[in-house]
Structure formats: C-alpha cells, structure tokens
C-alpha cells in the first residue's frame, strides 16, 4: 500500500478517537450548547456525524465489494432525521462507539483487501475511488469536529 493512502486510512480511523477526545468531559447540559441560533447542538451534531456515517459505510462496503457496479442510495435530508430521530434528546454514547466500530471496520477491510482505495463506486451522481469516498467522509467529519470545538470556545467548555 502506498504511504499515502496508508495516511489516508490512518486519518479516516482517527476521526473517533479525535470525536471522542472533543467531547471528554461534557455534561447533558453542555451538550445541549450551540454554536449560536438556528445552529445545532453537540449533541445534534454528534448524531449526524454518525447518521451520515452510516450511510458512508453502506456506500464503501458496496464499493469495496462490487468494484464498478452501481449503487443507488437514498439522499436524505438532515434537518429532517435530527428532527424525526429526536437527536436533541438522544444520549451519545452508543453513538459515539458506533462511529468507532464503522470507522475501525472500514478502515480493516482497506488495510486487508487488495487495492482496496482504487476500487470503483458507481452512483447516480457519478463516480468516484473508494480513495475518494473516504476523503470525503474525513473531510465531513472533521469538519462538524471544529464546529464541537468552536461551540466549546464560545462558550468557555
């Protein structure tokens, strides 16, 4: 495996533990801070964080599996499941371990699968490297992970 995509996965897994170092030591109270009006909670963003994840890792098992085949999937809107999900509600606990376990399994099946990050997804938007589509899955992670830090500065957590 080339260095680069070896860093490639290496940042992709360590998204989780970088997650859950963010949010050692909040409390249910603190977790219910925003970023200011209309912006969502810790806690919400948490909760898309592995929404989205979720459906990344459908997406990437697919591609893994089925190089070059076409996979449809359903986009979805987040306002919608942080609302119909009651993310604002929801303990993050199971949520945070989840995102771990897709994070340290995809990461796995890259590590062990042969050219694992040129293998081929086909979707209805185009297509794109199992590369790309963990590129992309760190880029969405990391950046709801500065919004978590910008809310704990706000407001001095």
Known sequence: MKEEDFKVIQT???????????????????LDLSRGEGKWTIREIVHHIVECDLNYFQINRYALANTGEKYFFNEFDAHVWNQSMNHNQRDIRIE?????????????????????????????????TVRDALNHDINHSYHHIEQIKETRRIHSI
């Open 96 to 128: 945070v371990q989840l995102f771990s376990t897709i994070r340290e399994y995809i990461s796995y099946l890259c590590k062990i699968i042969p050219n694992s990050l040129d293998r081929i997804l086909v979707h209805q938007n185009g297509t794109a």
């Open 12 to 30: 992709y897994r360590e998204a989780a533990r970088i997650l859950m170092e963010v949010l050692d030591g909040l409390d249910d109270r603190e």
